[in-house]
């Protein structure tokens, strides 16, 4: 039986679909070397015309001859391309913005003509030295569909890697995402590629809904760190993906280092692995409530569609005030004092000492093993 | 202009949908009394059951009098209504498994003819005691579809008040969130509540999504908190409803309250705000690109559809490497140095310098607000 128990009865899965690329889609990591070992597909630098520091950098990375593909971000001008391709990148990832908004606040009001015009030359010079160049839009989701789609087309026809769609602003939703994916699936032959922010919560979920509608590449980088509140992650799109498509994430991403790499981000950048993280928080494989506890301890896939020991982890179960005989019961024949010997009563008994004194504080697991075998000693003396 | 500058041009905000309820839900807060001033329609608290210190705290949060109403979550039992009822709450949300996996692994092998007849008796029980009563099922979504849409149909032709949809394992997709509340929306005639956990990430979006498909409530709970690593935090869906549907938000919930509650339940359970948490998250306004920076100065709407005024917080921008010369610009007339009167090439100069001091150590805005300044008395000076 499948872990996730997600394709028996389930009425949603049964259905396939020959355009969703959910098991089968590249990853784009913005973050970190470590990531090439990890099996992303590509890592995207900081445009190396930011900085002096970013063009070395930049640079000391090309030549670390990585399994993973090194790309960079640009404008899309030939200023940043040239550079990019001075460095040594595999691709160039450039990007313009489409909105009404960004045209005018950050364009300077250009039309959609001369922005077709500028992304085809720079397209043109970057398939020219020899490099991939994928080409996105900006803010895609508050652009005119008509003109996305028409930028979108031109840059397809003159044989661009990948198209890009990206809320830049974290506004959309997932079916927003699922139309216009499924729209542009229709009008380019290309790879698509999606960048989704998270100011409203939606990132992991729009990237996944946009691998339903045929999108084949996915912009993470780890812990979700970015502009704002970040992008999608790349654990929790990995807790996503887990669920649908075990097989293809366990044969290509190394998910026992994913613990590893997002310490080693944290630190480097100074914050806390969020308490509530997929698969890494330190509650992530926490069971409090008694009914939960009940049936994990009887078969971990009712409350768990991830695998703990699949990222190198395990499940830790709290002795709360919401903890029910049940899970006592099972922890009495864990510690191998055989509960069936036990009346009934006495686990009750247990169980409701161990409720009050939980009422009162955090208990550890020793604390309440303690009291299981203080109970198992009365009986054994007869005082039950 | 509205700032989200969402209905403008967005080919996906102009179809009306009559049963999309974005504009118009409840929220079923499962955490702290200082919800009900913040505009919690209702505060769902802990089966009075679980231990002796849960039935104190019912009993004594019922005779508060909040404006918001008091819920309790129990098992689907005559004996768990019953304690429910004795405490004094509005109302009594009861839950039962369905999924095969539940009915196996918790409820003894119980078969839906038995579990339908049981919510029957209990909802009877609570509608008799004069509270309200919600049926959910659990694991909704690992369920068997026809099995669901029966026992909902059953509950609902005996008067339930609400029935509850639950990704109680968190496995669920927007698509499929939409495809089951949209279904159960044509079947039941009573309010439809969802509660969604969030192990892959989707607990916010698939909210949204329910909304969309015509659910009426949403469970959430401050930050999330909640097993494993959660359900879907009110923060989080207050900025996932902000673009969509602002005025409804503004009009409902005490906005500037959110930050202390988030801080206050923080502390209380010792855990960390995470560093990229929607609006309170310590990074969620600030920008340190370029591009992102010349924009927003322009015009804030350009990268941030949440305004940080809305809910008493402000944007933050730091001085990066990745600053740009418009930022820097923007900067120099912020500080009332009149940037026209710059040469170009000196406010590109103090840029590079910024840009290379950026690159060795994080700078605060004072220093670069003094490094502009010399180089200001610099011009005035005529060595420029």
Redesign the interface.
């Known amino acids: 039986m499948s872990i ?3 394709s ?5 899965s049964s259905v396939s679909d020959l355009l969703s690329n959910v098991r089968n889609f590249k990853i784009i990591e913005c973050n970190a070397t470590m990531l090439s070992e990890f099996g992303c597909d590509y890592i995207e630098l ?1 445009n190396p015309a ?5 063009r070395d950098d930049c640079e000391a990375i090309c030549k670390l001859g990585l399994k993973a593909k090194i790309l960079t971000h640009t ?1 899309c001008t030939l200023e940043d391309a040239k550079l990019a391709c001075d460095c040594g990148v595999d691709g160039v990832d450039v990007v313009i ?1 489409t ?4 045209r ?3 364009l300077g009001g250009k039309d959609m003509v001369a922005i077709t015009k500028q992304a085809i030359e720079v397209i043109e010079y970057i398939k020219s030295r020899g490099c991939e160049v994928r080409f996105s839009s900006e ?1 895609s ?5 008509v003109d996305l789609l028409s930028i979108y087309r031109a840059v397809n026809n003159v044989g661009v890697g990948r198209v890009g769609v990206a809320d ?4 959309a ?4 995402v ?3 994916v499924r729209t542009l699936r229709g009008c380019v032959s290309t790879d698509i590629e999606v960048h989704f922010h ?9 990237s ?2 946009a691998l ?1 509608a045929g999108a084949t590449h996915v912009d993470t980088s780890v ?3 970015g ?4 992008i999608c ?1 790349l654990g ?2 990995m ?2 993906m ?3 498509s075990r097989d293809y994430i366990l044969s290509k991403y190394k998910l026992h280092q994913l613990k590893a790499i997002e310490d080693f981000v944290a630190e480097a950048v100074e ?2 692995v ?5 698969i890494t ?1 330190f ?10 506890a ?2 994990i301890l ?2 971990p ?6 695998k703990p020991e699949d990222f190198g982890l395990s499940s830790v179960h709290f002795t709360s ?2 903890t029910g005989w049940n899970a006592i019961k099972s922890r009495v024949d864990q510690l191998g004092l055989d509960a069936n010997s036990w009346p009934e009563d006495k686990i009750r008994e247990v169980t409701a000492k161990i ?2 004194i ?2 009162l504080k955090v208990m550890t697991l020793d604390e309440t093993d303690a009291l299981i075998r203080s109970f198992h000693l009365d009986l054994q003396k007869g005082h039950g």
């Open positions: 996730t128990g997600n028996m009865s389930n009425p949603y900081t930011a900085s002096p520091q970013s404008r913005g909105s009404q908004f960004l005018e606040h950050s803010d989701f508050r652009s005119d569909l830049t602003v974290g506004c939703s997932p079916r927003q699922y139309d216009l998270d100011d409203t919560g939606c990132a992991v979920a729009n996944f809904t339903e812990l979700g760190i502009e704002r509140n970040g992650p929790a799109l807790a996503r887990m669920p649908t914050i806390n969020p308490f509530n993280n997929p928080g509650c992530a494989f926490t069971h409090k409530a008694g009914i939960h009940k049936a009887n078969s896939s009712t409350y768990e569609i991830l005030r919401l409720k009050q939980a009422d």
